[in-house]
């Protein structure tokens, strides 16, 4: 402990049961009622077991079925329309959801993942986008399924939000970086 780190499933699959213990409430519910209700998000929440959905398929010949998300719980059960994701991720950042120190906090220490220009905090991921035109750094977080992917991040650069989800095997951060470069061009 402490001379390393690696993402893992595991602690969010924990920190839901967690929540869970204390709320006296099943995880979706709590998703519901501490940030969809408030927020007025219709088309955001964790994927139940048995539940109905509104989640659309992706364009595979085997999709996951919501009863695979569902089971990822508090690690990656979260459907979201494109819209609700902008509005969960603004409110997020701009102290709406938690207070000023705990998210500093999520920043204070940050990991990097696989390699790359990507930094992992207390649940917030830090993209710096090493694009040599116009590199920058991004806030926010992305993640998926085999054949659906989603991003949801600030520009800080640009001080613009971007949400991006696809239902292809294809990474959202170049789809992304590629449509804030067409925002680039207009005043």
């Known amino acids: 402990p402490g001379t390393s780190w690696n993402y893992s499933n595991t602690g969010y699959v924990v920190l839901a049961c967690v929540a869970e213990a204390i709320d006296g409430q099943p995880f979706a519910d709590i998703v519901q009622t501490r940030i969809a209700a408030p927020l007025g998000l219709t088309q955001f929440g964790i994927l139940a077991p048995g539940a109905d959905h509104w989640v659309l398929p992706a364009a595979t010949t085997q999709p996951p079925s919501p009863a695979d998300i569902a089971s990822l719980s508090g690690a990656g059960g979260l459907a979201a329309s494109p819209r609700d994701l902008l509005i969960f991720l603004h409110a997020h950042l701009t102290g709406q959801l938690v207070s000023t120190g705990t998210l500093t906090s999520a920043f204070e220490e940050l990991h ?68 804030l470069k067409v925002l680039d061009e207009f005043p």
């Open 112 to 179: 990097p993942m696989n390699g790359s220009p990507l930094f992992f905090g207390r649940g917030v991921m830090v993209f710096d986008v090493p694009d040599p035109l116009r590199p920058t750094l991004w806030l926010g977080h992305s993640g998926g399924s085999p054949d659906a992917k989603a991003l949801a991040v600030y520009d800080v650069q640009r001080g613009t939000f971007m949400v991006v989800t696809i239902n292809v095997q294809a990474p959202a951060e170049a789809f992304a970086n590629s449509l």
